[in-house]
């Protein structure tokens, strides 16, 4: 049985691994991810190092650092709670951190073209004040998951992006309109009921998880598996995590997921 997760950085094992690369104590907050603040990146790639020194290649210098960020994210989703659905199903994780309703959408779209329609989708909602933007430009469409902050108001261009520099500063740009008009968590909401009608027109199967509050589709259906309590554990002020905390519930939020499926995948053996 194929299972696709869409959802964002409470789903995808981000900040899992904070106290064995960072020495967190178990009050330390991360603000956002241990990936996107620079001050952390030297502590990553020495802890990348020092665990591949027996299975990689030479070094090289100029993809060190970017070889150390794979390294973590994919070392973060194996904590996720999601890793220990493996032993029972076939788990496809697009779960990423800052991402959005429409993001879902589009990486649903991806993952069919590869895998088909998936059996069933373990929907999360997320974070409702991450941005989004889309950018037509010379008749190609981009999608950015891409965030204002005021602690940096001038653009750079993001190299690993595909799309062009004009594309990213008009996503950029975007989003700091955004921002100044806290709209952000309006567009969400209007975003997700779209897409939980689509599943629903569709005849997808899902489940839904929450950990936040503000979507209705979450907040108003009995049926969905209420994790807020074990996300206000390991949750930090104002946008911070404790990342020892964060590991240790993520074997709660399987089991609540996990019953969940059970319940659903037995019933259909009935029917």
């Known amino acids: 049985m194929k299972i696709l997760v869409l959802g964002d950085c409470a789903s995808d094992g981000s900040n899992c691994l904070n106290k064995q690369i960072i020495g967190e104590e178990d009050n330390g907050i991360t603000e956002y991810s241990l990936a996107s603040?620079?001050?952390?990146?030297?502590?990553?790639?020495?802890?990348?190092?020092?665990?591949?020194?027996?299975?990689?290649g030479p070094i090289n210098t100029d993809e060190l650092l970017e070889n150390a960020l794979l390294y973590l994210q994919d070392r973060e989703m194996q904590e996720s709670w999601t890793s220990n659905l493996?032993?029972?199903?076939?788990?496809?994780?697009?779960?990423?951190?800052?991402?959005?309703?429409?993001?879902?959408?589009?990486?649903?779209l991806k993952y069919e073209d590869k895998e088909g329609r998936p059996d069933i989708i373990v929907l999360t909602d997320h974070d409702p004040t991450h941005p989004w933007?889309?950018?037509?430009?010379?008749?190609?469409?981009?999608?950015?998951?891409?965030?204002?902050?005021?602690?940096?108001?001038?653009?750079?261009?993001?190299?690993?992006?595909?799309?062009?520099?004009?594309?990213?500063?008009?996503?950029f740009n975007k989003s700091k309109f955004y921002f100044d008009k806290?709209?952000?968590?309006?567009?969400?909401?209007i975003?997700?009921?779209?897409?939980?009608?689509?599943?629903?027109?569709n005849q997808y199967q899902f489940i839904k998880i929450k950990f936040y509050e503000g979507f209705?589709?979450?907040?108003?259906?009995?049926?969905?598996?209420?994790c807020t309590d074990l996300a206000k554990k390991y949750a930090g002020i104002p946008k911070g995590t404790i990342g020892s905390l964060k590991l240790g519930v993520q074997n709660d939020i399987y089991l609540r997921v996990d019953k969940k499926l059970s319940e659903l995948t037995n019933r259909k053996k009935v029917i």
């Open 133 to 171: 933007q889309r950018i037509n430009l010379k008749g190609k469409k981009y999608f950015f998951e891409k965030g204002y902050d005021p602690r940096w108001p001038i653009f750079s261009i993001n190299p690993k992006l595909k799309s062009p520099a004009e594309a990213q500063e008009m996503a």
């Open 216 to 226: 209705q589709e979450f907040d108003n259906d009995d049926n969905v598996i209420d």
């Open 37 to 56: 603040n620079k001050k952390y990146r030297k502590y990553i790639v020495g802890w990348y190092l020092k665990n591949t020194k027996t299975s990689r």
């Open 86 to 108: 493996q032993d029972k199903f076939h788990v496809t994780n697009l779960s990423q951190g800052g991402a959005t309703a429409y993001g879902y959408y589009k990486r649903l």
């Open 191 to 201: 975003i997700m009921n779209w897409f939980h009608k689509y599943l629903l027109k």
């Open 182 to 189: 806290g709209a952000n968590e309006k567009r969400n909401y």
